[in-house]
């Protein structure tokens, strides 16, 4: 079943890639503008942009088999029609980018839930090598796509291919149909893929979700080196893409055919860099050896292909890019997974989505608005100049700093506090969580309330609503926690979900005050007013 849906998605990858191709090369004929071509780049990403995190809520939520399946339709639809309007001569550049638009956001749907809807199909000690070949699945798509999307733009025209594009999320649709629903449903209460094992606790509410996701931006440690170095890289590394047709067909004088050789000659590097040398490379090389190299590495790409005129060079130099590229993205992806826990994955990874291509979006804009005015010479220049700069970032924002976070569920760790006596009806009501401290050393006090703030900045960025400490100023040694979750339901989910980060912090505290009064921890529910 892994096999036959991995092909079936392989099979829209490389529709994607021949759609790419055709509305590109579409939009060089209707609208010879640079802006205007590079606006197909972002008219694809900007829906990522925009829907990523809406997507990632409801793949953690809902049924990813149903998600799937509506999405699929609806690509099936709008390409069609796409292809219908073209082959009328009705397309206009308004009409090419609205279009472009609307089929992304079917994409954001579809990218967000289905590597966790595949990884479901295999035994566990093989989902390794299944998210490896999920992930490689795009980047054949990328070798494939183009070259024979540039054969059929050359011999039919650009409306065929959006046909083809339609053609492939059919195979998708009768793949899902034949999935068994359960399996699909990768929510936050049964983050493995195995059957419920708590059917007691409901499914995350949305608005809630959006806040926990909200809050994991805001105070993770893993999410500011993420967001900050992916998105500096693709932001300037956005140029060479967003400008490659307008260069290949108004400066190389290619056809479409040379082109799409252009693009599968990256997708190819990208391929063999991540199944030949990234293997190799890793034992060998630290994470941050990998990404400067890389980011060296394409900046000089970038720079050599607004002068380079050969065109065997040329596909060396696209093939070189996109071994570099894929490193670069493999390596985020890496630090994206080891940034959050389980439970928030499809969230996590919409952020690495929405990072990516809403740095693909404004930067495809700026290149194209500097290509227009001032040339694509001088626009790829200071791209590759402003991507090595990039390279500085590493010096606060290391991903080193990643290395001693443990996102292993210990549910375990905290004991669940009694409820018997609390109605059902009240299961949403606020839940509220004190901590007494009392007769903490003086000697000791700077150390206890830094490590606290260290745990509370990592019980918010893994979903508790309300974090702080408070000192009893008549009694300087006595300190009261306190932490606040959104509904008691939502308490009771986070003591199955608490991380060994969470353990290990407050291992430390008890160490810490070891010979001090031994905390007292009391719950304590809202009460509604009564009506």
Known sequence: MYRTLWSAA???YVGAA???VGASWLMTSISPNPLFVSLITTATALPIFLLALPSGILSDIFNRRSILLITCAYMVVMSTILGILTISNLTTPTILLIFTFALGA???MIR??????????VPRSELPAALTLSALGGNIGRVIGPTIGGFIVAAVAPWAVFFIYSASFIGMIIVLNRLPKKPGNLSQNNPQGHQNQTPSLPPENVLRAIRVQIRYIRYSQAARVLIVRAGLFTLCSSALLSLLPFLARHELGLDSTGFGLLLGSFGVGAIVGGIVFLPRLRPKASVESLITGSIALLSIVTFAMGYLQDFMILCIAMALGGAAYITILSTFYTIGIKSAPRWIGARVLAIYLLVL???????SVIWGAVANGFGIQIALSVASIALAATIIAKKRYSSTLLDDLDFTPVSDHWPLPPQSSIDPSQYENQALITIEYHKIDPKLSDEFEHTLHELGRLLKSEG?????LYQDPADTSHYIEIRIADTWTDHMRQHEYVTKNIQVMENRIRELIKDCPQPIVSHYIGKSPTK
């Open 464 to 468: 508790m609503g309300y974090w702080e």
């Open 106 to 108: 079917g994409i954001t």
């Open 112 to 121: 967000t839930p289905i590597i966790p809807t595949l990884s479901v199909l």
């Open 10 to 12: 392989l099979f829209s």
């Open 18 to 20: 021949m759609y790419d």
């Open 357 to 363: 291509n809403g740095g693909l979006a404004i930067g």
